[in-house]
C-alpha cells in the first residue's frame, strides 16, 4: 500500500492514528492535548529551522504571525534542510513545462508549487516521511470501508482513483501501489482524450476541483459519460451548493471536500458529510472577522511536519464556523463552509452610514444561486466603481433578475448595493483556479479583524 519513496511502516501507523486514534472525550481534551504538542514542537523541533533558532521563544503565542511573502523572502530559513528557494523553485517550474512531476530534490524531497490565485506562487518541501504520513492520513480519512475492505483483499479488483488537477506530486502519487490504482489527469491537456480514460478506467474515487467535477457531472447527465464512483472529493476550489447538488444528482451521492493547500492537509469530509479541521495534526488560531464570531481567518502551526516548518502561518483563507456537533463524534472544529479567499469578501457601507463592512461571499452566492435560472455561470468582481458580473448564456432579463437579487441579499446584511455593471464573461484555461467572486478594492486586512 505505498508508492515510490513511501516507508511503509510510516504510512500503516498513520493511516491506524487517523482512522481509528486520536479519539478524545471532550474538545477541551483535545484542546489540552494540542497545547501539549504544540508546545512539545516550539521547544523542539521547531528550533531546527534557523528562522526559529535565533528567536528565544518557549511558547507559540511568543513567535511571530507570519505569511507566504514572508516565507518565500526567507525560504531557506523556514526550512530544515537547507534549501534556497531558487534550487526549489527551478525543480517545480521544470516539472510544470515539462509536464513531468518525478523529480526530486537530493534526499528524496518533493517540491511543490502553489497556483498563485492570491498572489505570487508559494513553493513547498515535503520528505518521504512526510509523504508516507501524507498518505495514510489521507486514505484513512476519505475512502470508505468498502473500498478499505477491498484494499486489504489480495484476489479483488484494486480501488481505482482519478485525480484531476493543473500539477501533479510525488506527494499524490505516494499513494498508488498494487492494491490502489492512481491516475493523474492532467487539466492543461485537452478534455477529450481525458474523457476517454476516465471511461475506461472507471474510478472508485474521483478526486477533482469543484469546478471539473461540475463538468463532468453535466456529461453524466447528458449520457456523454457513464462512470459510477463510489466517492466523489472536491479540491483545490470552494465548493458551492449549486456545484454540490449536480455533483450528488449525477452520481447518486454528496461529494466530499478535502482541504488541502501548501501548508498541508487541513481537513476533510467525515462519514456524516460534515468538514472538519484536522486538529489532530495543526493548531489553528482564529482572526475572528465578525463580532458573533462566525468567520474567522486561520493561523496555523503544524505540529507534526518537519522539513518545512508552519508555525502561526497566517492563510488568506475566510472559514465559516457550523457551531453543532458532528454525528460522528470527532471534537475537532466543524466548519459550515470554506468561504474563500480574503479577496472574495465584498464590502459597502451600511444602510445607516459608516465605515466598509464586510458583504461575505456565502450571502453574494445565495443571491447569485436564486437567480441562477437566467443563465448557466457566472463572474463577480467588485472594483472602486462598484460591482461587474459577467453572465455566461444569459437569458431574456437575467439582468434585472440579478439586480434585484443583489439588491435583496444586500439589504438582508444590512448593506448599500454597490452600483452592478455587467460586461461579458471571460472564459479561463482549465488550468486556472475558478473564482466567480472576488474584490479588487480594499480587503479585510485593511479593515482589521475583530478581537
Not at 516507508?7 to 493511516?15: D, E, P, S, T
Not at 486520536?22 to 529551522?49: C, I, Y
Not at 449525477?250 to 458529510?273: D, I, K, N, S
Not at 456537533?325 to 466548519?335: D, E, I, K, Q, S
Amino acid at each position: 500500500m505505498s508508492g515510490p519513496g513511501v516507508h511503509l511502516g510510516v504510512l500503516l501507523r498513520a493511516f491506524v492514528r487517523a482512522r481509528w486514534g486520536h479519539r478524545f472525550a471532550s474538545r477541551t481534551a483535545l484542546m489540552a492535548w494540542q497545547d501539549e504538542q504544540v508546545q512539545r514542537f516550539v521547544r523542539g523541533p521547531l528550533r531546527q529551522a534557523p528562522f526559529y533558532r535565533r528567536l528565544a521563544a518557549d511558547r507559540l503565542e511568543q513567535l511571530p504571525v507570519v505569511d507566504k511573502a514572508t516565507m518565500l523572502a526567507e525560504f531557506a530559513a523556514f526550512n530544515t534542510v537547507g534549501i534556497d528557494l531558487d534550487a526549489a523553485q527551478a525543480v517545480a517550474e521544470r516539472a510544470e513545462r515539462e509536464r513531468d512531476f518525478a523529480p526530486m530534490l537530493p534526499g528524496g524531497l518533493t517540491v511543490g508549487m502553489s497556483s498563485g490565485t492570491s498572489g505570487r506562487r508559494a513553493v513547498f518541501l515535503v520528505s518521504a516521511r512526510e509523504r508516507s504520513v501524507w498518505a495514510g492520513t489521507i486514505l484513512a480519512r476519505t475512502l470508505p470501508g468498502s473500498l478499505l475492505r477491498r484494499m486489504l483483499q489480495p484476489f479483488a479488483a484494486p480501488v481505482r482513483v482519478a485525480f484531476f488537477l493543473r500539477a501533479n506530486s510525488n506527494l499524490y502519487a505516494s499513494v498508488g501501489s498494487r492494491r490502489l490504482r492512481f491516475e493523474f489527469f492532467d487539466l492543461a491537456g485537452a478534455m477529450p482524450p481525458l474523457l476517454a480514460r476516465l471511461a475506461a478506467l472507471q474510478p472508485d474515487v474521483l478526486i477533482a476541483p469543484a469546478s471539473v467535477l461540475r463538468e463532468l457531472a453535466q456529461l453524466q447527465t447528458e449520457g456523454r459519460l457513464t462512470i459510477r464512483p463510489m466517492r466523489v472529493l472536491a479540491v483545490a476550489e470552494v465548493l458551492e451548493p449549486d456545484d454540490a447538488q449536480m455533483i450528488e444528482a449525477a452520481f447518486g451521492g454528496a461529494p466530499g471536500q478535502v482541504y488541502q493547500c501548501t501548508e498541508g492537509l487541513l481537513g476533510q469530509t467525515c462519514a456524516h458529510g460534515s468538514l472538519h479541521l484536522n486538529e489532530e495534526f495543526v493548531h489553528f488560531e482564529p482572526e475572528w472577522l465578525d463580532a458573533e464570531r462566525t468567520r474567522f481567518v486561520p493561523r496555523l502551526t503544524d505540529f507534526t511536519r518537519r522539513t518545512q516548518v508552519f508555525a502561526r502561518f497566517r492563510l488568506d483563507d475566510v472559514l465559516r464556523v457550523e457551531p453543532r456537533p458532528c454525528a460522528c463524534g470527532r471534537h475537532t472544529l466543524r466548519l459550515a463552509a470554506i468561504e474563500g479567499r480574503q479577496d472574495d469578501v465584498l464590502w459597502s457601507t451600511a444602510l445607516g452610514g459608516g465605515p466598509l463592512q464586510p458583504w461575505f461571499p456565502d450571502q453574494v452566492r445565495r443571491a447569485m444561486l436564486l437567480a441562477a435560472p437566467h443563465f448557466a455561470d457566472y463572474q463577480l468582481e467588485q472594483d472602486d466603481a462598484g460591482i461587474v458580473v459577467r453572465l455566461l448564456a444569459p437569458g431574456p432579463g437575467a439582468e434585472a433578475v440579478v439586480r434585484c437579487e443583489l439588491g435583496r441579499a444586500a439589504d438582508a446584511a444590512g448593506l448599500v448595493c454597490p452600483a452592478v455593471r455587467f460586461l461579458p464573461f471571460e472564459p479561463r484555461r482549465a488550468t486556472d483556479k475558478r473564482r466567480r467572486i472576488r474584490a479588487r478594492i480594499r480587503t479585510i486586512a485593511d479593515q482589521g479583524s475583530v478581537a
